[in-house]
């Protein structure tokens, strides 16, 4: 089985698309962990002309790398023996966005595993803020598989 | 209950996951889900928990990787029914 950090290591996603900076918790079931967005993340320069917000997609993109892909290597490694390469697809995303996200602000996402069946992961996730506030909350689901023969 | 009536039950559980550009019309036994109906991988899933939860089954990887087809999947569901009794 892989020890927690492990999981950040295999993730395919890199600066400045890499929305993970720890796993609080793995399960079976269910997985926890977090990011703090940094003053100068790239979109801010955009979204708004000189009104930094972080973009409903990126939350969803942060909630959909801990909670479904950081959720899928664990539950691909303790499936299969082999730890090799995988492949990774967003299928669906239903949010719902409930505050706004600022600069600087660290969220914690926690995501409960509805089923993992046929390489399909679908999860219940909810983005909290530091004061423990509901952010953002969604079903997602997307294909996981591995790509070594 | 014969292959018709599981025919019928299958088109309305595939119906649900056709893309716009596909009428339901153009479902028969022949039809290739990925190739011809252009479902994907992640609504063949969808497909396959619906179809254990109407005919109450419970497929397994292998049963997925052989249900390319409608028949396929027909077959499948009267074997799996089958071996239940």
Do not use: W
Request: glycine content about 6%.
């Amino acid at each position: 089985m892989l020890i927690i950090n492990d999981i950040i290591e295999k993730l395919p996603y890199t600066n400045p698309f890499l929305f993970v900076d720890k796993i609080n918790m793995v399960s079976a079931d269910a997985i926890e962990g977090c990011y703090s967005f940094k003053k100068d993340e790239f979109f801010y320069k955009g979204h708004f002309k000189e009104h930094p917000v972080t973009p409903g997609v990126i939350l969803t993109e942060c909630c959909a790398q801990i909670g479904l892909v950081c959720l899928g290597i664990h539950l691909l490694n303790t499936e299969e023996l082999n730890t090799g390469n995988f492949q990774v697809a967003l299928s669906s995303s239903e949010m719902q966005f409930l505050l706004p996200v600022f600069p600087q602000e660290t969220v914690t996402v926690r995501s409960s595993k509805l089923f993992f069946r046929f390489n399909k992961l679908k999860c219940e996730v909810k983005m909290y803020n530091q004061q423990a506030q509901l952010v953002c909350k969604g079903v997602l689901s997307g294909m996981i598989k591995s790509s070594n023969i | 209950m014969g292959n018709d009536q599981h025919l019928v039950q299958l088109k309305d559980i595939i119906k649900t996951y056709l893309p716009e550009d596909v009428p339901v019309g153009a479902i028969g036994e022949d039809s290739n889900f990925v190739k011809e109906l252009n479902i994907n991988s992640a609504n063949l899933v969808d497909i396959v928990l619906d179809v254990e939860d109407a005919f109450g089954i419970r497929l397994e990887n292998e049963d997925m990787d052989k249900m390319q087809t409608v028949r396929d999947a027909l077959n499948i569901i009267a074997q799996k029914l089958r071996d239940k009794k």
